[in-house]
């Protein structure tokens, strides 16, 4: 199964080449992670998708699995790879994606669609830390 990633907060954004041979890979058992905006925020907002995990998802009929990564942006910032002491970093797994639910999809759609996933679920952390710090 594919994992997509977002990194949120000036996060590592790590990308994994796209192409026949990963294509290949993922029609074993096996993990293929994406970091679908391609680069690190500078700012820690999340970016325009780029569709070649999805393409691949697509191509492999593999479902995916969205994972928001908060905090990792001051561990390892964009400017540099040196990590930059210690950190909290929170993983949130969110609900997997059935190919079934994408299929029909063309991967422009699927990528906004996962985008958008992953947006709200931003959203919705933040609401739940502002009521907590209200509270």
Known sequence: MPLLAHANDRALNLGVAFGGAV????VEPSRVVFFPEGTRSISGRMR?????????????????????????????????????????????????IPFESFADCSADEL????????ASAIEER????????RA
Request: aromatic fraction near 4%; hydrophobic fraction near 40%; include cysteine.
């Open 48 to 96: 325009a998708f780029k569709p070649g995990a999805f393409e691949l998802a697509l191509r492999c009929k593999v479902p995916l699995q969205p994972i928001l990564l908060e905090g990792s942006g001051d561990a390892l910032p964009k400017r540099g790879f040196v990590l930059q002491g210690r950190h909290e970093i929170e993983v949130h797994v969110l609900d997997p």
């Open 23 to 26: 294509a290949e890979r993922v």
């Open 126 to 133: 933040a609401k739940t830390r502002a009521e907590l710090s």
């Open 111 to 118: 990528t906004e669609r996962v985008r958008d996933r992953i």
